[in-house]
């Protein structure tokens, strides 16, 4: 993935009956036009939301709210390191000026017509420049869908079955044809497998927690030490991944 002006900041961690959520605000910038289907190193232009201590590897779901007046944007690869060689889909929010929405699949970077997919569908001023909109994504099974809300299954607006599905490992965001986007994307951490440390707890049985650090290569003593260390740690999650 690129480096440069490319913004995010994660911002939240709620701890629900179905296991960890975690919330991400990202900026997308201004990238000029990148078609999926014609530039053969496109993950390079895409915002990469793995970089916080997840496993997404086997994800099938997610859910985010965008802020952008057209072509916001999702790719869930099959790569877990950028390469742009790998199988990916393109799930696409208001293109055609904001008047249709469009799920893709390519197989690598080699851009024949024989290694693309496509499928349009008519979903008018779905986006709005001024006013994040909610919307769901899911590949469970290989029926790929889009759907508006933040609840999975309901007000579907796209949905296509691929036949051959592989298995997710990254996901990204980008926002096209000059557009640039704000983006608040909810992750169901797979497995439980995070690796940060969180505070601050409020009522509703539930937790409203920022995450203070996430450290690699370090055990679980030296975690709970550091956690100690300040007084706006209240605990940590640690996993040992050997």
């Known amino acids: 993935m690129a480096s440069g002006q490319r913004l995010f900041l994660l911002t939240i961690v709620a701890q629900k009956t179905l296991g960890l959520v975690i919330e991400n605000t990202f900026t997308t910038p201004n990238i000029g036009y990148k078609h999926f289907f014609y530039i053969a190193d496109l993950l390079q232009y895409v915002v990469n939301i793995n970089k916080n201590g997840l496993d997404l590897s086997g994800i099938t779901t997610l859910t985010f709210k965008v802020k952008a007046c057209q072509d916001a944007t999702i790719i869930m690869s099959n790569s877990d390191d950028g390469n742009s060689s790998k199988p990916m889909y393109q799930f696409l929010i208001g293109g055609w000026l904001n008047k249709k929405s469009a799920i893709r699949r390519r197989n690598d ?7 693309k997919q496509g499928f349009t569908f008519n979903t008018p001023d779905i986006c709005q420049c001024d006013e994040y909109r909610p919307f769901w994504i899911s590949t469970t099974n290989g029926v790929l869908m889009m759907g508006k809300g933040l609840i999975v299954g309901i007000n579907v607006i796209a949905e296509w079955t691929d036949l051959n599905p592989f298995t997710i490992r990254s996901i990204g965001i980008y926002t096209n044809r000059g557009i640039i986007g704000e983006w608040k994307v909810q992750i169901g951490v797979v ?52």
């Open 109 to 115: 970077d080699s851009l024949t017509a024989d290694s």
């Open 191 to 242: 497995n439980n497998l995070y690796d940060g440390r969180f505070s601050r707890c409020t009522a509703n049985y539930k937790a409203v927690l920022n995450i203070l650090i996430s450290k690699k290569n370090t055990s679980l003593l030296e975690c709970a030490v550091l956690c100690d260390t300040l007084l706006t740690c209240i605990g940590l999650n640690y996993h040992n991944q050997r």
